[in-house]
């Protein structure tokens, strides 16, 4: 299965709990996959995935 149909089945099927469905790429970040060629460090890669699992309840989500 596709992620993007993950992404659109997953959200219509949760419509009544508070749960949230977004997605995220961290870009090309130092790690021992993306070597250190990769213009971004781990910590900056991080803050969109963890600015996302702090949202509010009543903040955005994929839907």
């Given at each position: 299965m596709n992620i993007e149909v993950l992404y659109f089945i997953i959200?219509?099927?949760s419509d009544d709990t508070p749960i949230k469905v977004n997605s995220a790429h961290p870009d090309w970040v130092k790690t021992d996959l993306g070597s250190d060629a990769a213009p971004?460090?781990?910590e900056d890669g991080a803050k969109t995935s963890v600015a996302l699992a702090l949202l509010e309840a009543d903040g955005p989500t994929g839907k």
């Open positions: 959200p219509c099927s971004m460090e781990v």
